[in-house]
């Protein structure tokens, strides 16, 4: 009885390393963080950044619409980003219904954050997008005091001032690329 015993824990643990081994060899690696996935095939806006972030943050995207006179801690999706030397995409879903006029794209909460390559940002709808190039995310947004920004690089670095961090860009009024988006 106890080598019948003996011989079940044995099998048992064998077999669940064999499916440890086998999840392994299937996880595939993508360098794409979603947030809000619950609204997947209706119709909402995405925020999409295509950034280098050297070390692990938290990045935020505050919205408001045209019936919100500012940004507001009821109105924001944040992402967890994990450090890495490579490109990633990081995407920002708005709940459904909204449609956005103002951005706040806040930039971490890593104070100890190296700096960040902005390659590219974009705004989605259904099949059709705009794509902040050409120096348009440099005449649509606007870094506050605790972020230097190299124009020709798209270079972020992020600094505390006297204890307090919080860098972030924010937009003008959206509403005409918006609106261009949804016809």
């Given at each position: 009885?106890?080598?019948?015993?003996?011989?079940?824990?044995?099998?048992?643990?064998?077999s669940?390393?064999?499916?440890?081994?086998?999840?392994?060899k299937?996880?595939?690696?993508?360098?794409?963080?979603?947030?809000?996935?619950?609204?997947?095939?209706?119709?909402?806006?995405?925020?999409?950044?295509?950034?280098?972030?050297?070390?692990?943050?938290?990045?935020?995207?505050?919205?408001?619409?045209?019936?919100?006179?500012?940004?507001?801690?009821?109105?924001?999706?944040?992402?967890?980003?994990?450090?890495n030397?490579?490109?990633?995409?990081?995407?920002?879903?708005?709940?459904?219904?909204?449609?956005?006029?103002?951005?706040?794209?806040?930039?971490?909460?890593?104070?100890?954050?190296?700096?960040?390559?902005?390659?590219?940002?974009?705004?989605?709808?259904?099949?059709?997008e705009?794509?902040?190039?050409?120096?348009?995310?440099?005449?649509?947004?606007?870094?506050?005091?605790?972020?230097?920004?190299?124009?020709?690089?798209?270079?972020?670095?992020?600094?505390?001032?006297?204890?307090?961090?919080?860098?972030?860009?924010?937009?003008?009024?959206?509403?005409?690329?918006?609106?261009?988006?949804?016809?």
């Amino acid at each position: 009885m106890k080598r019948l015993f003996l011989f079940f824990c044995f099998v048992s643990i064998i077999s669940c390393k064999s499916d440890k081994k086998e999840e392994q060899k299937t996880i595939p690696i993508d360098n794409t963080i979603t947030t809000n996935t619950e609204i997947d095939g209706k119709m909402y806006f995405e925020i999409i950044m295509d950034a280098v972030v050297l070390k692990d943050d938290k990045f935020h995207v505050f919205y408001k619409d045209f019936n919100d006179g500012g940004f507001s801690g009821e109105r924001v999706i944040e992402a967890l980003v994990k450090g890495n030397v490579n490109n990633q995409q990081i995407i920002f879903a708005i709940p459904e219904e909204i449609i956005p006029n103002g951005l706040r794209l806040d930039f971490g909460v890593n104070y100890g954050q190296e700096p960040i390559k902005l390659n590219s940002l974009k705004i989605r709808f259904d099949k059709r997008e705009f794509q902040f190039n050409d120096g348009k995310f440099e005449q649509l947004f606007k870094p506050n005091k605790f972020v230097i920004y190299g124009e020709k690089d798209k270079e972020i670095i992020t600094e505390p001032i006297d204890g307090l961090y919080d860098p972030n860009f924010v937009s003008i009024n959206l509403e005409d690329i918006i609106f261009s988006l949804m016809d």
